[in-house]
């Protein structure tokens, strides 16, 4: 496996995610730009960030198995989440959950970061995720 998760002794926990992501291989993945949006551009969920959380990583799974990969093979995932706060957060981890089996994702999830942020490039767009996969 091209991908080792790890948490060592004295990192904050606990955390649905590993602090720490070791790639070994020499072809990388990126994906980015992943929302609530079918192959027609089509709205997912509107107004639900469950549903669009769980719908933006069913998008970036149909990248990563374009690529060749799954999320077993991903060291980052980044979460930008329009206007944020922590009474968001049952809700977007919700979102996680719906699709973790489906998905294969992992539990605790490769390294990631949520990114509170004002806006996305349209109003109805909740959230977008972005992953880096390493392959040997």
């Not at 020499?26 to 079918?38: K, P």
């Not at 049952?90 to 979102?95: E, H, I, V």
Request: glycine share 8%; proline share 8%.
């Amino acid at each position: 496996m091209a991908v080792r998760l790890r948490s060592p002794e004295g990192m904050m926990r606990p955390v649905p995610y590993h602090h720490v992501a070791i790639g070994a291989g020499t072809r990388q993945i990126h994906i980015a730009g992943q929302i609530a949006r079918d192959a027609r551009a089509n709205p997912i969920a509107p107004g639900d960030l469950t549903g669009q959380v769980a719908q933006a990583l069913r998008n970036t799974a149909l990248g990563l198995t374009d690529a060749g990969a799954s999320f077993s093979d991903v060291v980052r995932l980044k979460f930008y989440v329009t206007r944020w706060s922590p009474e968001k957060t049952d809700d977007f981890l919700a979102g996680i959950e719906r699709v973790r089996a489906e998905l294969g994702l992992p539990d605790p999830l490769p390294p990631s970061s949520l990114l509170g942020i004002d806006y996305l490039f349209e109003p109805d767009v909740l959230v977008e995720v972005e992953a880096t996969a390493v392959l040997d």
